[in-house]
T-cell receptor, first 115, second 115 residues
């Protein structure tokens, strides 16, 4: 069994300040982990993914995430928020191995960026 | 680039109507998925298909059926629409093989309103 918990349903930051979106997971397998972003009235776009290579993963638009097995966390960060980052972000886990095309989604974190 | 398209962005239907949602992908992907997205609940898997004419139930299949007659096309069918099926519906696809099957590519979504 696997699950994902996004610790904040809503995060608000000022433009130019750092972004931290928190995600904890549980998985019976060695997981793959993803972050997706969804802009208003749009589909989901893949930001980055971790698949047991480097623990620090760089994604698009300046985002990165660090896999910490001891803390079962996969937090998403960005050094400086931009207005265009305002969106909803989903942390996703997939068990590597059998059945790994079935993803488990967190409930999402809505990021607001204040000018 | 992977492209997943959905036949409608917005749909309004009446209770009891039969509703078809169409999804087409252009990357020759084996796996295709239908999700519904509701505020505070994140994404929930309705059905998925790993090959032509093959389908598997997801977490919430009740009230839905699917059809996959061609590799590139995956249809979601609401046999008799009900108001509790008002939602955003997202289609996704992924390739076969451990390396790629976990990474799902999403369409723009169909927002369905059932009156």
């Amino acid at each position: 069994a696997q699950s994902v918990t996004q610790l904040d349903s809503h995060v608000s930051v000022s433009e130019g300040t750092p972004v931290l979106l928190r995600c904890n997971y549980s998985s019976s397998y060695s997981p793959s982990l993803f972050w997706y972003v969804q802009h208003p009235n749009k589909g989901l776009q893949l930001l980055l993914k971790y698949t047991s290579a480097a623990t620090l993963v760089k994604g698009i638009n300046g985002f990165e995430a660090e896999f910490k097995k001891s803390e079962t966390s996969f937090h998403l960060t960005k050094p400086s928020a931009h207005m265009s980052d305002a969106a909803e972000y989903f942390c996703v886990v997939s068990p590597s191995g059998a059945g790994s095309y079935q993803l488990t989604f967190g409930k999402g974190t809505k990021l607001s960026v204040i000018p | 680039d992977v492209k997943v398209t959905q036949s409608s962005r917005y749909l309004v239907k009446r209770t009891g109507e039969k509703v078809f949602l169409e999804c087409v992908q252009d990357m020759d992907h084996e796996n295709m998925f239908w999700y519904r997205q509701d505020p505070g609940l994140g994404l929930r898997l309705i059905y998925f298909s790993y090959d032509v004419k093959m389908k598997e139930k997801g977490d919430i299949p009740e009230g839905y059926s699917v059809s996959r007659e061609k590799k590139e096309r995956f249809s979601l069918i609401l046999e008799s629409a009900s108001t509790n099926q008002t939602s955003m519906y997202l289609c996704a696809s992924s390739g076969a093989g451990t390396e790629v099957q976990e990474t799902q590519y999403f369409g723009p979504g169909t927002r369905l309103l059932v009156l």
